[in-house]
């Protein structure tokens, strides 16, 4: 068994933790929040609600922790809880799937991140047939996602099979034949994972892949594995697979995000939120013991918020890098009582919680506003980050609106940004926008602006650079020549298609030994829904940076629905919505380096805009300045 898995508390810490000892309470949760954060992470691939259902687990298990009558069996019990808040959050998000979400209640939408198997590649710097592995498992049923979790950390050493069949409810037979057929799902993902992998690939399999949009999932993988199996080049590609328990064996489990991990100080202080969730400490001073548990607490030493405190109270529907700025300011300003659904049941071998104390609110009690955004839209602060920038086209007041929108850089479609001054700190990026634009003048602008370039803009249409595959690679030796990080042309649309403009120029540069550093996307959502657009922009970038394994900047995105009858926009709340939503989830996927929203001017025509002058934020600009 790993290190990680000896960690967890054994059967005196948490005797201690029951009987009210505050610092045996925070060691307890501090040692079990690894494990509930690969549970739950994995099993919820990586959704932004991941940190809330770690908080609810540790709710629970602080509320319930006095009526465990086997302290021996504190994991198991542990692993149980874990994977019901799984099964109640599943339950919960099928119920909201059909809720439009508005501006109020955008700290609820699911703003989906990175995969959970993107995560462990990158925080585990897995290489070959590891890395396949995790990537194949995007492929899995749903069913299957929640049985993975808790394989994977038997593989790895932190949990036995016996405590598997716990948690899921069934026998260690029934366990077994499904973890069987799991690996059969999982071995034929790798032969699709490297063979969508391999170049030069198959052209049958290329063929057969024409209408797939990117996106790992079950059917695709049962189409695609019956070309592996049956076809004679992408068959030889798996004939080295190791088996993948080997794999397994002896990986730690993904660490913390450092939001969470950095909050975690030693230092115990009288934990609030853990009297809020039903656990009461004993008052040293006082000759009677407070609620279930007996005399003889030590006393906090008041060091600062506890790891109760922060596990437990930290602002719900904040992804775990978020509240690593935020946390300490919140616990300053309010220690705001945790709000839950409907508790579940009491394990089965605890016995029934102690009584609810009167702080938290019972469901026929209206929530708090801490627990549910309330219908005014919250105070944001004005943030300014590098990552977020704007396109930008010259109006009145344009310098003071760029300055105002606290963008981090912007570009013009061009190599100059005449009429508009750069603020400071903020970065001009420059453009060759077309074939017309590779000039010697031009390239010295763009090689004396900065490091990076941006290239033919939208070549895929012919009201733009609407240039060929062809073309551009015939004059991509000119832009190398700058010095400057390339980006690749950035097309309208079909980024991750097989044979799309963009893959074909891809091809080319690799065969011609062409330099690209970057891939440059446009973006626009035609579904107003904040959620599904989210996810259906989450869903390309992932798709695009799986085919080609490579930084992505998004450089104009917006919900605009282009048809015969011109551009149609959302109202101002909706824009404003997927535009905060879609920051967030931006912001956790590791390889989008930078994106530009489409744009700063908000005129009639263009009503994505951020500013109507150099001073009037929209509803939409608003978002920017607090988006990261």
């Known amino acids: 068994m790993s290190s990680a898995g000896r960690a967890l508390p054994d059967a005196g810490l948490v005797v201690a933790a029951r009987q009210g000892d505050q610092r045996a309470l925070d060691d307890v949760v501090a040692a079990s929040l690894p494990l509930v954060y690969n549970i739950v992470g994995?099993?919820?691939?990586?959704?932004?609600?991941?940190?809330?259902?770690?908080?609810?687990?540790?709710?629970?298990?602080?509320?319930?922790?006095?009526?465990?009558?086997?302290?021996?069996?504190?994991?198991?019990?542990?692993?149980?809880?874990?994977?019901?808040?799984?099964?109640?959050?599943?339950?919960?998000?099928?119920?909201?799937?059909?809720?439009?979400?508005?501006?109020?209640?955008?700290?609820?939408?699911?703003?989906?991140?990175?995969?959970?198997?993107?995560?462990?590649?990158?925080?585990?710097?897995?290489?070959?047939?590891?890395?396949?592995?995790?990537?194949?498992?995007?492929?899995?049923?749903?069913?299957?996602?929640?049985?993975?979790?808790?394989?994977?950390?038997?593989?790895?050493?932190?949990?036995?099979?016996?405590?598997?069949?716990?948690?899921?409810?069934?026998?260690?037979?029934?366990?077994?034949?499904?973890?069987?057929?799991?690996?059969?799902?999982?071995?034929?993902?790798?032969?699709?994972?490297?063979?969508?992998?391999?170049?030069?690939?198959?052209?049958?399999?290329?063929?057969?892949?024409?209408?797939?949009?990117?996106?790992?999932?079950?059917?695709?993988?049962?189409?695609?594995?019956?070309?592996?199996?049956?076809?004679?080049?992408?068959?030889?590609?798996?004939?080295?697979?190791?088996?993948?328990?080997?794999?397994?064996?002896?990986?730690?489990?993904?660490?913390?995000?450092?939001?969470?991990?950095?909050?975690?100080?030693?230092?115990?202080?009288?934990?609030?939120?853990?009297?809020?969730?039903?656990?009461?400490?004993?008052?040293?001073?006082?000759?009677?013991?407070?609620?279930?548990?007996?005399?003889?607490?030590?006393?906090?030493?008041?060091?600062?918020?506890?790891?109760?405190?922060?596990?437990?109270?930290?602002?719900?529907?904040?992804?775990?890098?978020?509240?690593?700025?935020?946390?300490?300011?919140?616990?300053?300003?309010?220690?705001?009582?945790?709000?839950?659904?409907?508790?579940?049941?009491?394990?089965?071998?605890?016995?029934?919680?102690?009584?609810?104390?009167?702080?938290?609110?019972?469901?026929?009690?209206?929530?708090?506003?801490?627990?549910?955004?309330?219908?005014?839209?919250?105070?944001?602060?004005?943030?300014?980050?590098?990552?977020?920038?704007?396109?930008?086209?010259?109006?009145?007041?344009?310098?003071?609106?760029?300055?105002?929108?606290?963008?981090?850089?912007?570009?013009?479609?061009?190599?100059?940004h005449p009429g508009i001054s750069t603020p400071r700190g903020v970065t001009f990026v420059p453009m060759i926008r077309s074939a017309e634009n590779v000039t010697a003048t031009e390239l010295a602008r763009a090689r004396a602006a900065g490091p990076d370039l941006l290239t033919f803009n939208e070549p895929d249409m012919p009201e733009q650079a609407n240039m060929t595959v062809e073309q551009a690679l015939d004059l991509w030796p000119q832009l190398m020549a700058t010095g400057s990080r390339l980006g690749s042309p950035a097309v309208a649309w079909g980024g991750p298609d097989p044979q799309g403009w963009l893959d074909r120029f891809m091809t080319g540069a690799q065969a011609r030994g062409h330099r690209v550093d970057f891939i440059t996307l446009h973006w626009f959502g035609a579904d107003f829904t904040t959620s599904t657009a989210v996810d259906q922009l989450r869903r390309y970038l992932q798709a695009v940076h799986q085919r080609y394994r490579k930084p992505i900047w998004l450089t104009e995105f917006a919900l605009i629905r282009f048809d015969s009858g011109g551009a149609q926009f959302p109202g101002q709340e909706q824009q404003a919505a997927f535009l905060t939503a879609a920051a967030t989830m931006l912001s956790q996927l590791s390889y989008v380096q930078r994106y530009a929203w489409f744009g700063l001017p908000a005129t009639d025509k263009d009503r994505s805009g951020l500013f109507s002058n150099g001073t009037e934020a929209t509803v939409v600009g608003r978002a920017f300045q607090a988006a990261r």
Request: with cysteine; charged share 20%; aromatic share 6%.
């Open 42 to 416: 994995r099993a919820l691939r990586g959704h932004a609600d991941v940190d809330d259902v770690v908080q609810e687990t540790l709710v629970r298990v602080i509320r319930y922790l006095p009526a465990l009558n086997d302290p021996a069996a504190y994991r198991s019990w542990l692993v149980a809880i874990a994977i019901r808040q799984v099964r109640d959050w599943e339950q919960r998000r099928r119920l909201a799937l059909n809720r439009d979400a508005g501006l109020d209640a955008i700290h609820n939408v699911p703003d989906p991140a990175s995969d959970f198997a993107g995560m462990t590649i990158l925080r585990l710097g897995l290489t070959d047939q590891r890395r396949e592995v995790a990537e194949a498992t995007r492929w899995l049923d749903p069913d299957d996602q929640e049985l993975l979790s808790l394989w994977w950390l038997e593989e790895t050493g932190e949990i036995t099979r016996a405590e598997v069949a716990d948690a899921l409810g069934l026998s260690p037979g029934h366990v077994a034949v499904r973890i069987h057929r799991m690996k059969e799902q999982i071995q034929s993902a790798r032969g699709v994972v490297r063979a969508l992998g391999a170049r030069p690939g198959c052209p049958d399999l290329r063929a057969v892949s024409g209408e797939w949009d990117g996106t790992p999932s079950p059917l695709w993988r049962k189409r695609l594995a019956r070309h592996v199996r049956d076809c004679a080049f992408c068959g030889r590609l798996g004939s080295t697979l190791l088996p993948i328990d080997r794999l397994l064996a002896g990986l730690p489990m993904l660490p913390l995000p450092a939001g969470l991990s950095a909050h975690f100080p030693s230092a115990a202080a009288p934990p609030a939120a853990a009297q809020a969730a039903g656990y009461h400490p004993p008052d040293p001073t006082a000759g009677h013991t407070a609620g279930p548990t007996p005399p003889g607490g030590v006393p906090s030493d008041g060091g600062g918020p506890s790891i109760v405190d922060l596990a437990v109270n930290r602002p719900r529907g904040l992804v775990p890098s978020l509240a690593a700025g935020v946390a300490a300011a919140v616990l300053a300003i309010t220690m705001a009582v945790v709000i839950l659904p409907e508790d579940p049941p009491a394990p089965s071998w605890a016995a029934p919680p102690p009584a609810t104390p009167t702080a938290v609110a019972s469901p026929s009690v209206a929530p708090s506003p801490s627990a549910r955004p309330s219908s005014k839209a919250p105070v944001v602060p004005v943030v300014s980050s590098a990552r977020k920038g704007v396109g930008v086209w010259n109006f009145a007041g344009a310098s003071q609106a760029l300055a105002n929108s606290k963008a981090g850089w912007y570009y013009t479609w061009g190599t100059q």
